[in-house]
Nanobody, 128 residues
Framework: QVQLVESGGGLVQAGDSLRLACAAS????????MGWFRQAPGKEREFVAA????????YYADPVKGRFTISREYAKNTVYLQMSSLNHEDTAVYYC?????????????????????WGQGTQVTVSS
């Protein structure tokens, strides 16, 4: 089992930047691909970004491509989501997730059902 805790959310203005962090604890010796998802009020959870175990592969949803960057720091068992040029449509609860199967193969997934472990989420609100 691995536990994930997100942090870094908050209230920002349109055009601002924000960095989310996801700290993993527990069975961190296993290989995990990591992903960020978000869920806005009244909408389904959607994929945002993912990174492979090695960090060599990343993938982004079209709405955030060029504005968000996912990275991971192995020494701290932490994954980051650097968000810039935020707009009102980025308002959502952001969740990080770990995918053990994809981690083994150094692959990534954009599908929420692929991920085994989830954090509790952190709220990001962008005022226009």
């Amino acid at each position: 089992q691995v536990q994930l805790v997100e942090s870094g959310g908050g209230l920002v203005q349109a055009g601002d930047s924000l960095r989310l962090a996801c700290a993993a604890s527990g069975r961190t010796s296993s290989r995990y691909a990591m992903g960020w998802f978000r869920q806005a009020p009244g909408k389904e959870r959607e994929f945002v970004a993912a990174i492979s175990w090695s960090g060599g592969n990343t993938y982004y949803a079209d709405p955030v491509k060029g504005r968000f960057t996912i990275s991971r720091e192995y020494a701290k068992n932490t994954v980051y989501l650097q968000m810039s040029s935020l707009n009102h449509e980025d308002t959502a609860v952001y969740y990080c997730a770990a995918d053990e199967e994809k981690g083994i193969f150094n692959a990534i997934s954009t599908y929420s059902y692929s991920y085994n472990y989830w954090g509790q989420g952190t709220q990001v609100t962008v005022s226009s």
